[in-house]
């Protein structure tokens, strides 16, 4: 393969409230990533949008996409369902590099099932960083505490993945520094 031919599947996770769909979007942006969306039966926060955030369906349509085995991976956390389809990624995936924004879960699942070709980004915050930004958000403070339930669990998968960036300050400066990992892989030198 030459250079500038290689095609990673770019999967971005970390504790919630890091930063990293946000990280994710920018550098997927920049780089000109086909982004792949997850599907959800949880209800749509502010500013989400359906297909662009997540595609948000009903139990029965997720039921019936797991009966038809079409996700690669689903879960469910806290009464609410997620799973990305195979079938999503590799179409794709075919064009290029794409990326997805996952919970430790799914991108352990995505690592497992395309080895080499899974990049994982580990976009992390301190807990009251996180706390802070949500609350920012506009998000209770019970919401946010339900939510922090799973950040030690979340932070204690950063070191397996192949990278590790904290986003805290300046968040310019952590889509720069991601967007020259992600390039180095890419070999296109933008």
């Known amino acids: 393969m030459e250079a500038g031919d290689k095609k990673y599947i770019f999967v ?3 504790p919630d409230g890091s ?3 946000t990280v994710a979007d920018a ?10 969306i997850s599907y959800t ?7 989400e949008e359906d297909g ?7 139990e029965s349509e ?5 009966d038809a085995g079409e996700f690669l991976e689903h879960l469910t956390i806290d009464g609410n369902r997620y799973g990305v389809k195979e079938a ?3 179409k794709l995936f075919e064009r290029g590099s794409v990326y997805l924004v996952l919970n430790r879960h799914g991108a352990q699942a995505l690592k497992e099932r395309f080895g080499d070709q899974a990049v994982r980004i580990f976009i992390y915050a301190d807990r009251r960083t996180v706390h802070d930004r949500q609350i920012g958000e506009g998000f209770t403070e019970s ?10 669990e979340d932070m204690a998968y950063g070191p397996q993945c192949e990278h590790s960036v904290e986003n805290i300050g300046d968040l310019g400066h952590t889509i720069f520094h991601v967007t020259n990992i992600l390039e180095e892989y890419l070999e296109r030198d933008l």
Do not use: C, N
Request: aromatic residues 12%; glycine residues 8%.
């Open 88 to 90: 999503d990624i590799l």
């Open 19 to 21: 930063g990293r769909k």
């Open 52 to 58: 662009q955030d997540y595609h948000f369906v009903t």
């Open 27 to 36: 550098v997927g942006l920049t780089l000109g990533l086909r982004k792949v």
């Open 143 to 152: 919401f946010v505490e339900k939510r922090l339930e799973h950040y030690d």
């Open 12 to 14: 971005f996770t970390g």
């Open 62 to 66: 997720f039921q019936r996409m797991v």
């Open 41 to 47: 039966t949880r209800s749509k926060r502010p500013a």
